[in-house]
C-alpha cells in the first residue's frame, strides 16, 4: 500500500532549453536541453520520490508523448499507474532567455477527455489499496466536468484518506463544496475562488477561516510568490516570509510546495513543521533549471532557515 496517492488528469512532457535571446522572425538556436515528466500531480510524485514516500501516481496518458512521459517516470523510479486515453499527452516548453535572465513559459491545450476514459480512471482508482494521503493536482483537459476534484473528494473520504487539492477555478470550488483536508491557492487563485480583492494579508487570513469555519477545508495554504506564504487552520495562523534564494526557474515551485508538505504529513509532523517543508521544497525547486525541481538534500538543508511568524505583518498586494 503506497501512503500516498497522486491524480493527475492533465500531465505534460515538460521540455525546457536555453537561448541568446528570444526574438520574433529568427530562428532561436537553443541548448541545454531538458525533458522531464510534468503536469501537477506528476511532479507532486516525483518530489515525493526523491524524499522517500511510498507514492504511486495515477495519471492519464496518451500517444508518443505520453509513452515519453512514461518511460521518464520509469528512469526515475516514479511508480505510476497509466490510464491510456486515445488523445496524445500535452507538451510543454519552457525557454530561459540567457541575456535577460527571463523564462518563457509555453503551454500546450490538453487532448479531448472521452467520459468512458474517466470511468476507466474511477475504476482504476477503486482498485488501489486505500492510501493515507489523496493529491488531486493541476487543470483539468477539455471534456472532463468541474466536479472531478469533488468526485476525487468523495473517494478519498471513502478511503479514510486525507484530500489535499491544488488547481483553480471552478474545479477547487467544487471540491471546496465536497469538503477537503487541505486545499492551496496561489494569491490569484484564491481571488478568483472568493471574488474578493484580498489586498493584504489580514483579509487572506479572514477569507481562509471563513472556508474553514464552512467545513471547506481543514488546511488553507496560500502560495503568495516572491511575498512568501501564509498557512490558516482553525488553531493557527502562520506566514513565512519568503527565502533568499536565486531564482533561475519557477517551473514546479508550487507542486514542490505540496510534495514538501504533504510528504511530512505522510510522516506525521503537525501541520505548522509540515508548512516549513512546503516552503522548503518550493524554495529549493527555484533555484533548480527548468523543469527539474527540488533534490531532497536541498529540502532538508533549507527548511531549517524557514521563518514561521505568528504575527502576521502588514503585507499588502
Not at 521540455?15 to 529568427?26: C, K
Not at 467545513?215 to 487552520?233: C, H, K, Q, Y
Amino acid at each position: 500500500m503506497s501512503d500516498i496517492l497522486t491524480v493527475t488528469l492533465n500531465p505534460a512532457l515538460d521540455v525546457s532549453a536555453i537561448t541568446q535571446n528570444v526574438r520574433p522572425t529568427s530562428k532561436l538556436r537553443c541548448d541545454a536541453v531538458q525533458r522531464h515528466p510534468g503536469g501537477g500531480g506528476i511532479n507532486v510524485a516525483r518530489v515525493l520520490h526523491r524524499l522517500g514516500a511510498e507514492c504511486q501516481a495515477v495519471c492519464l496518458l496518451g500517444g508518443p508523448s505520453g509513452q515519453m512521459l512514461s518511460l521518464l517516470l520509469e528512469q526515475e523510479g516514479v511508480p505510476c499507474v497509466p490510464v491510456t486515453i486515445a488523445g496524445h499527452t500535452r507538451e510543454s516548453f519552457t525557454v530561459l532567455e540567457s541575456a535577460s535572465g527571463q523564462e518563457f513559459r509555453f503551454v500546450l491545450p490538453g487532448p479531448d477527455i472521452h467520459p468512458d476514459e474517466i470511468q476507466t480512471l474511477m475504476a482504476t482508482l477503486a482498485r488501489q489499496a486505500p492510501p493515507k494521503l489523496v493529491v488531486g493536482s493541476g487543470s483539468l483537459p477539455p471534456g472532463v466536468t468541474t466536479d472531478f476534484y469533488a468526485q476525487l473528494a468523495q473517494v478519498a473520504q471513502g478511503w479514510g484518506a486525507r484530500m489535499v487539492v491544488d488547481g483553480s477555478g471552478p474545479a477547487v470550488a467544487a471540491a471546496l463544496a465536497q469538503g477537503v483536508y487541505m486545499v492551496k491557492p496561489s494569491l490569484r487563485e484564491m481571488r478568483e475562488l472568493t471574488s474578493l480583492p484580498l489586498a493584504d494579508l489580514g483579509a487572506v487570513r479572514e477569507a481562509a477561516l471563513a472556508w474553514i469555519a464552512d467545513r471547506r477545508a481543514e488546511v488553507v495554504a496560500v502560495s503568495l510568490g516572491d511575498r512568501g506564504a501564509m498557512l490558516v487552520t482553525a488553531q493557527s495562523v502562520l506566514f513565512a516570509p519568503p527565502l533568499p534564494v536565486q531564482v533561475v526557474s519557477a517551473v514546479g515551485a508550487g507542486d514542490s510546495f505540496v510534495a514538501g508538505m504533504v510528504w511530512a504529513l505522510s510522516h506525521g509532523h503537525p501541520v505548522e513543521r509540515a508548512f516549513a517543508y512546503a516552503v522548503a521544497a518550493g524554495s529549493a525547486a527555484l533555484s533548480s533549471t527548468g523543469t527539474a525541481l527540488c533534490s531532497a538534500s536541498d529540502v532538508h538543508r533549507v527548511v531549517e532557515h524557514v521563518q514561521l511568524l505568528t504575527e502576521i505583518p502588514e503585507l499588502r498586494f
